[in-house]
C-alpha cells in the first residue's frame, strides 16, 4: 500500500488505519460465518450483537446514564435539525443560540414547528466567537446549541445552565474527543462520519422521560420512540456504518478512553494554535477562549497566499485544507484518527512556506 496522505478533511474524515485494516479482513467473512456483513440480515444474531456492543461501547465510554437510551439514526445531523423541533416543539417556544452556520441550519427548520427565539448569537462577529450574554425564555421546550461550530472553528467550553429545560447539543464535530457530563444534557446526537466511522449513522444519545413527550401522530419512522422501542432496528439499519462506528469505539478504548484522547487533542490544537499564534504568519480566526480543538481555521496574509499555499499543501500530501466553501480561508480538521505526527509534519510544512513567501 501506498503512504497515506495527512487527511485534514471536515468530513468524511479521517479514520484509523487499524480500523480500516480490521473491516477489510472482516469483508468478506464475519466473525467465521463466510458471510460478508454486507450481504447479512439485520436481524441475524450477528448484527444484533453488533447493535448491542456498539451502543454498550459508547455507553461505557462517554459514561451515558442507563436513563437514556442511544440510537443509531439515519439522514444525517440535518435530519435531528427537523426531527427535534418535530418531536418537542410543536407549535411551543426554543430557544436556539446561533454561532454558525449549523446552529443557523437547525434554526431554519425549527421555525417551521413553532416558535425560535435566538437566545444569542455572534453573527455580528462572523462567528468568531461563543455568544455570552445568551436570553432565555422561562417556557422554552428546550435549549438547542451547535457545541463545536464545524465551519467557524468555535466551540463551547462550558455549557449554560438551563434549570428544567432540556438542552439538546449538536455534537456531531467534536463528539468523543473530549470528557462531556452527559447528564447536563437532554439529547446529544452526532453525524458519525467526523469523529466516529465513515458516513450514513447519527447517534442519538436520548433522556428517556424525553421520549414521552413525543405526539403519537407523527409519521413512524420522525418518531424517536420507534426508533427507541424497537432498538434503532425498526427498518433496516446501515449495518455496515454502525459496524465500522463499532471498531472505531474500539479503537478508542484501546487508546485509553475519553479523557486520553482529550489529553492528546488538547495537545495537536495546542501546537498548531501556538505555532500560528508566535509567527503573526498565519492567522487564526477563532477567538482564543473559543476555539475548537477539533477543526482549526485560519487565514494567511492574503487570499493569493492562501490559494498558493493550498495548492502546494496538496502536492505536499495534505489534504483537506480548504476552508467551507460559505467563509473561505484555511482549515485543519485534526479529529481523533489524526496523529500527533502529522500535526507536526503539518506545522513543518506551514514554516516552510512561510519562509519561501514572506
Ligand atoms: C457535518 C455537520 C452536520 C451535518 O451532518 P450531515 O450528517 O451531513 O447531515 C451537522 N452539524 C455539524 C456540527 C456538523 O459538523
Known sequence: MGKRPHNLYAGPAILPLEVLEEARHDLLDIGGTGLSLLESSHRSPLYAEINETTANDLRTLLEIPENYSILFLQGGASLQFGMIPMN????????????????????KEAKLFGTVNVAGSSKAENYSRIPRDLKFTPEARYVHLCSNETIGGIRWNDFPETGDVPLIADMSSEICSRVIDVSR??????GAQKNLGPSGVTVVIIRKDLLEKVPADLT?????TTHAENDSNYNTPPVFTIYMVGLVL??????GGIAAMEEVNDRKAAMLYD???AGGYYRGTAATEDRSTMN??????????????????KNAGFLGLKGHRSVG???????????VEGVEALIAFMKRFQADNS
Do not use: H, Q
Not at 301 to 312: D, G, N, T, V, W
Not at 329 to 339: D, E, L, M, Q, W
Open 329 to 339: 480561508g484555511c482549515r485543519a480538521s485534526i479529529y481523533n484518527a489524526f496523529p
Open 250 to 255: 474500539k479503537w478508542l478504548k484501546k487508546r
Open 296 to 313: 482549526v481555521t485560519f487565514r494567511l496574509p492574503s487570499e493569493e497566499l492562501e490559494k498558493k499555499f493550498l495548492a502546494e499543501a
Open 88 to 107: 418537542f416543539l410543536c407549535g411551543g417556544v426554543a430557544d436556539y443560540v446561533d454561532t454558525g452556520a449549523w446552529a443557523g441550519k437547525a434554526i
Open 185 to 190: 444534557f437532554a439529547m446529544i446526537y452526532a
Open 275 to 277: 505555532f500560528m499564534d
Open 220 to 224: 413512524t419512522m420522525l418518531k424517536y
